[in-house]
């Protein structure tokens, strides 16, 4: 049942990969520019799209009969269920708009996600005492919802920004739009490294002292450029660490984020060399036959839903959950703390939104911004800060 759930959702990434060629096929379209609208490319597109979605949805199922619990208890399996989650809330919006340049921005996005997401173990493992709860499918699964969504209000605000920033000369807004393709191309960054270490079998061991003051161990599968506290090598032939971290730090995954960071600069300046300017200046042809109130529109719906799913999952539900397992609401733990920040952000672009009139480009700049929140939450706390949630990586 393993076997055949990993077999699902490497079909659903191809699957994936060709609706979002066909989807570019669709735009280059002369019919569909000007109809903004679906033609056979766009069809053939949502079509593969869907058998992509049904295919990961095997996975998720065979998985769940797999495991005997929800998988969505670990990074990868979050992470994946995250990734097929957006997908479905594209499929939605998609019959309701009918844009294809949706799908050629927001395919690439679950893409990414589901590569970042395989970079981390894939194990079927019993759930520690924390997590056996039915909470555990409710909260998580709502809040991955959510945070879907709300993405999707990502891909529009890039696409509004994409039309509107003058990219004949350099701005603040351009800056900050290159910024954002930087850290799309770290994911792939990440999964460069990962899978590249990993085929060179490296393993680095150290011994170092936990946040409780006991002695601990831990294995890198990369080169180390920071190592944990009071941390010593016992593997021979192993890069030192350039310097150590709190304990409070969890070093190894630090080590990745930073490794995915340098990964994704390189790869961004190569594209940036291939292309001979700006990515954001590439993609600007693709979005040139766009209605922006069409794409402001569909991003400002987006936010609309899903902030009240977020709500529901990533607070209310969460906090139902905190009180059974912990006796409490609320405790302060790096992951609530993001979680509600995430919420007052989208809260006050709904505010900015309706009571100061942020439309338009104002309005796509706190999509963009708010989705970057959600994958900082999604890896920086996960991976580098420890916590109460540090079992979800």
Do not use: C
Request: charged share 15%; proline share 3%.
């Amino acid at each position: 049942m393993a076997a055949l759930s990993s077999n699902l959702l490497y079909i659903a990434f191809i699957l994936y990969l060709v609706a979002t060629m066909f989807f570019g096929g669709a735009i280059k379209s002369k019919k569909s520019a000007e109809k903004n609208g679906s033609n056979k490319f766009a069809n053939l597109a949502i079509m593969i799209t869907i058998l992509g979605f049904m295919s990961q949805l095997g996975f998720f199922i065979t998985r769940w009969i797999a495991a005997g619990h929800a998988p969505v208890s670990n990074l990868f399996e979050f992470t994946t269920f995250f990734g097929m989650a957006l997908v479905g809330a594209f499929i939605a919006i998609y019959f309701i708009y009918k844009a294809p340049l949706l799908g050629l921005f927001t395919m690439p996005v679950a893409i990414l996600i589901i590569a970042y997401a395989a970079m981390f173990p894939r194990d079927i493992s019993p759930l520690i005492p924390a997590l056996q709860s039915d909470w555990l499918h409710i909260h998580v699964t709502t809040a991955a919802i959510g945070e879907a969504i709300l993405a999707i209000s990502f891909a529009a605000g890039l696409i509004y920004l994409l039309k509107v920033v003058d990219q004949t000369k350099k701005s603040r807004s351009t800056f900050w739009l290159e910024v954002v393709m930087y850290g799309l191309i770290s994911t792939l960054g990440f999964v460069a490294v990962s899978t590249a270490f990993s085929l060179s079998d490296y393993k680095a061991g150290f011994q170092y002292i936990d946040k409780n003051g006991q002695e601990a161990k831990v294995e890198y599968n990369l080169p180390a450029l920071v190592g944990p506290n009071e941390g010593n090598l016992i593997t021979k032939d192993k890069l030192e660490p350039v310097v150590s971290t709190p304990a409070i730090i969890n070093a190894k995954k630090l080590n990745t984020v930073l490794w995915s960071l340098g990964a994704g600069l390189a790869l961004y300046w190569l594209i940036r060399l291939m292309m001979r300017k700006r990515i954001s200046a590439s993609l600007k042809p693709y979005v040139k036959n766009i209605n922006l109130d069409f794409v402001d529109e569909i991003s400002y719906r987006s936010v609309l839903v899903g902030f009240p799913v977020f709500t529901l999952g990533a607070l209310i539900f969460a906090m139902i959950w905190a009180q059974v397992a912990w006796t409490r609401f609320w405790g302060w733990d790096p992951k609530e703390v993001w979680a509600l920040i995430t919420w007052l952000f989208y809260a006050a672009f709904l505010h900015l939104r309706l009571s100061k009139g942020w439309h338009g480009e104002k309005s796509a700049w706190l999509a963009v911004i708010g989705f970057v929140i959600i994958m900082f939450n999604l890896v920086a706390v996960n991976l580098v800060i420890s916590g109460l949630h540090s079992y979800a990586g």
